[in-house]
């Protein structure tokens, strides 16, 4: 049976300030559209064309019951895709890649998980999960219908009434969405795909998913890999100070940067004129639409500046024009502004039902009142923690068990990745999470931002890491390495703008 | 039937009795693969670029962020004449002033293109200008407010039918040359031994003289050359088993691998081919005078089958090779390679063409064995 399943790109826009988007938001944006998937249910593989892949791979499914406590009930279909190796000299082995969000197709990113474990794929079969709620995996998507992404006021929206239209449009019991049925997922899977031990992969959420399949499968894993690690003992709600940190640290390396700063010497002065502005009331703009260029009003709430610069600080080409963006917007031009959140309109393909079922279940309740009143002192920690309290009341999922929050304790081998200027995960969540890892590597990357194995540096350091089986002897001396890139300082460039008062240069330009 | 057997024996007994021109004629089949992959092992090392490239980027700092971009990617400007590669990025004296104003800044790359073990960095280098390019592109975009995926007007998606294996059908048409090849080497010696060699030490006149047909004396001299062509091909068989697995093919991105059943398949077809090669080589041998002759001989006729699996490797010849003995015969094993089906029909109509040529020339040969002409070498 040959099936086309098209895949509806998940746009939300209130998940700009409310989703915790612990995911890879990178540029240029994902490609999500149609794949062709020649399926079987029988829980065995066949071959498939993926985007972005020109190879054949393999696709294949396996059906599980919604609910593990009926396992006579509905059951769903958790789709997966097999990357073969090019030379497949561990068999029983796979290397298993799990996407962020909480909401990311792991399927879909196939083309990128391709290029960052090119070398793992050598000899290792690279095994990809949408796990469930995302992707072809039963999508828990909120569809938000034709809303005018550039005109729209999300800070007028009625954040609860939203959530209430999104669980409306569920079919499915959305309770049943966890982390932890997710990992009885991968178990299925490894089962059908045949193999017997997995090397394990995460990406920001992915690394939660990764600790507690550590947890409860221990003699499945082969190795462990974190990248951008959010802590079992942490709710990610908390990433509201991680956001405010690399800000910081933003204004600080343009400060630091000779030619950033002599461009925009007053950039903090200018971020606190555009946020207090924007506070006050929002401001509208007649422009041309980024893509299709017709005639639009474009509305700036703060709301959707402060997401554009926190999505921005996620990859380091965006993070480049952010001074430039900030101090055109603190002048009255916005036009940068309007380029990013462009971007990041198209380049959220979350499923928000997903998103929402982990959170409210796994994270709110950590929230108590001394985490809240940090929250509160932080702009992007108030806004997500009121939107998603809103929500969470909304969609009433069941809390998790106490002991999920437990921290793993293992003496596997483990590989924990940390970008410092990370807008999401900071180093220091991964030293909380390692805390009882017996066998346990920590690598930071000084200049590198959420999710490091992007990095050729990085993914060399996995693929070693996969092979030898052991943190101890890596060779991870191009970790340190200075990447930093230069800030654009005019609409067109980074290199230092040719000095007007030197007149050689300037002769020279002339002739 | 009997006395073919006979015969057949002491034929072997007799080649086996010089072991050092038995195994002569097996060196062939032993070393052939693995010279081969040591080849490949030291090609693949020269052939890829390596993770840590090293060229020469003049007038770094007008450039710095492309620079820096560069290095994160692994390629990075080194005095150090040992390590470093002769490839050349000159960036332009008005590079900053023209990316300031969002014209085109001019970078010029200087290598030499036929330079077959710089090919690939060059390639390298190019895609990462070409990459570094385009985000650029993108961000100027953005920071005008257009959204970078205007100018991107197709999304091209390749679905590549290649398998991992038929990627690699060029070298294992190779190996399968070498493995056809190896049936008209391996016999040979024992071929012009038993024949020429035979009438030079004066025995075969004396065989003749035995209650013996010349058809029993013919076949027995064919089936102990093909026993030792088959043994070539078994051994070679084996060797490169083991010998392509070592290199390390992955590099390149595809595997080779000789799985049991075409190890199995090659025996069958390689029985008709050896066949073929047994009488042919007797029968040249047969004509010529002596021993030294019929190896002049030998080589210059074993050129014609060499020729033919050679233009069917490289695809340089027309359809109708396909039908022709040995080259046909290579072309369906390089289906079954490419995972594709086995072409039957054409597998069949082959080998029995290989098979009735062997056949005339059996009987060729035992014609002219009647004659005291071809008996003495007058």
Redesign the interface.
């Known amino acids: 049976m040959k099936a086309r399943t098209r895949y509806q790109g998940v746009r939300r826009l209130s998940l700009l300030t409310a989703a915790t988007l612990l995911a890879v938001a990178g ?3 994902k ?1 999500v559209d149609t794949h062709q998937l020649e399926k079987k249910l029988d829980g065995a593989s066949e071959s498939c ?1 993926l ?2 892949i ?3 791979v393999r696709c294949g499914v396996v059906k599980v019951p919604e609910n593990p406590a009926k396992p006579d009930g509905k059951q769903i279909e958790v789709h997966y895709a097999v990357l ?5 000299s561990f068999p029983n082995e796979a290397f298993l890649a799990i996407a962020g969000g909480p909401g990311q197709s792991a399927i879909d990113h196939a083309d990128g998980f391709d290029r960052m474990f090119r070398k793992v794929r ?2 290792r079969d690279i095994l990809l999960i949408d796990q469930r709620g995302t992707g072809r995996s039963n999508l828990l998507a909120c569809d938000d219908g034709a809303i005018n992404a550039l005109a729209f006021n999300d800070e007028s929206a009625d954040t609860t009434a939203e959530a209430q239209k999104c669980l409306d449009a569920q079919s499915a019991d959305v309770t049943q969405y966890g982390s932890l049925n997710a990992v009885n997922d991968i178990e299925a899977v490894r089962k059908a795909a045949g193999y017997q031990k997995l090397h394990v992969y995460g990406v920001s959420y992915g690394t939660r998913m990764a600790q507690l399949y550590l947890k409860l499968h221990p003699e499945q894993v082969a190795t462990t890999i974190l990248d951008g690690v959010v802590p079992m003992q942490q709710s990610v709600i908390a990433i509201g100070e991680a956001i405010d940190r690399a800000v910081a640290l933003l204004l600080a390396d343009c400060k630091a940067n000779e030619a950033c700063n002599s461009q925009f010497p007053t950039l903090e002065a200018d971020l606190a004129a555009v946020h207090t502005q924007l506070a006050q009331a929002p401001v509208s703009n007649s ?2 639409h ?2 299709t ?1 017709e005639a639009e009003t474009f509305l700036l709430t703060r709301g959707k500046f402060a997401a554009v610069v926190r999505l921005a600080l996620y990859s380091p ?2 993070r ?2 952010l001074p ?2 900030i101090h055109e917007a603190a002048r009255g031009n ?3 502004i ?3 959140y ?2 990041t309109v ?1 380049g959220l393909d979350m499923a928000a039902g997903m998103h929402n079922a982990v959170v409210c279940g796994e994270d709110m309740h950590r929230i108590d009142a001394a985490m809240k009143s940090r929250l509160e002192q932080s702009y992007y920690g108030s806004e997500m923690f009121t939107a998603l309290n809103k929500a969470c009341k909304v969609w009433n999922i069941p809390q998790v068990a106490a002991d999920f929050a437990d921290g793993v304790t293992t003496d596997k081998p483990v590989l924990l990745l940390s970008g410092n200027l990370d807008p999401a995960t900071p180093p220091s969540w991964a030293e909380l999470a390692m805390a009882n890892m017996g066998n346990a590597r920590h690598l930071v990357a000084p200049y590198s931002g959420h999710g490091i194995a992007r ?3 990085a993914a ?1 350091v996995i693929a070693e890491f996969v092979s030898e089986g052991s943190a101890k002897e890596l060779d991870t001396g191009c970790i340190e ?6 800030f ?11 000095q007007k008062s030197d007149k050689q ?1 300037a002769a ?2 002339s002739e | 039937m009997k006395r073919i057997m006979t015969m057949f024996r002491k034929e072997l007994l007799d080649a086996a009795r010089d072991k050092r021109s038995v195994m002569a004629g097996l060196y062939y089949a032993i070393g052939t693969p693995l010279i081969m992959c040591g080849l490949f092992m030291v090609l693949i090392n020269q052939l890829s670029s390596p ?1 840590d490239l090293f060229i020469k980027i003049d007038n770094a700092d ?4 492309l620079v ?2 560069l ?4 390629v990075s400007h080194s005095d150090d004449a040992t390590k470093v590669k002769d490839i050349r990025l000159v960036i332009g ?5 023209q ?4 014209e085109a800044a001019l970078v010029t790359l200087v290598a030499d293109n036929s330079d077959d073990k710089l090919q690939k960095s060059i390639r390298r280098l190019e895609a990462l200008l070409q990459q570094y390019s385009a ?2 592109g ?13 100018v ?1 007007p197709l ?1 091209v ?8 294996d038929s990627k690699g059908g060029m070298i294992l048409g190779l190996a399968i040359f070498t493995m056809i090849y190896s049936v008209f080497i391996s016999g040979m010696n024992l071929a012009i031994d038993t024949s020429a060699g035979e009438r030079e030490r004066n025995s075969l006149a004396l065989l003749l003289s035995h209650p013996l047909s010349t058809r029993e004396l013919v076949w027995s001299k064919i089936l102990a050359v093909t026993s030792f062509a088959l043994l070539g091909v078994i051994l070679i068989l084996i060797v490169s088993k083991f010998a392509y697995a070592l290199v390390p ?3 390149l ?3 080779i691998n000789l799985s049991p059943s075409f190890m199995l398949l090659m025996f069958l077809v390689a029985v008709p081919i050896a066949l073929l090669a047994a009488s042919l080589q007797l029968s040249v041998s047969f004509m010529a005078k002596t021993f030294k002759e019929a190896q002049s001989y030998l080589t210059i006729v074993l050129f014609v089958p060499l020729m033919l699996v050679m233009a069917s490797t490289y695809q340089v010849a027309p359809d109708v090779l396909s039908w022709l003995p040995l080259s046909g015969q290579q072309q369906a094993l390089m289906e079954v390679v490419k995972g594709k089906e086995l072409p039957l029909a054409q597998l069949l109509v082959t080998s029995a063409a290989t098979l009735a040529i062997a056949l005339v020339l059996a009987l060729v040969m035992e014609r002219s064995l009647k004659s005291e002409k071809v008996v003495f070498g007058l």
């Open positions: 540029l240029p944006a490609a064309y985007s972005g020109s190879d054949r073969p190796a090019i030379k497949p050598q000899t422009v041309r980024p893509l260029g080409t965006t480049a024009l430039f963006a916005y036009q940068s309007l380029g990013l462009g971007m198209g990095e050729s540096c060399g390495k200075d990447i930093r890139r230069g654009y300082l005019n609409a067109s460039t980074v290199e230092p703008l040719p240069d020279k330009a | 993770d007008k450039a710095k962020d820096h971009y290095e994160s990617k692994g004296d008005e590079y900053p002033a990316m300031a104003k969002g985000e650029m993108s961000l100027r975009l953005i920071a005008r407010g257009v959204d970078p995926r205007v991107q999304k998606e390749v679905e590549d039918q290649a398998t991992a093919w992955q590099q991105g595809f595997a």
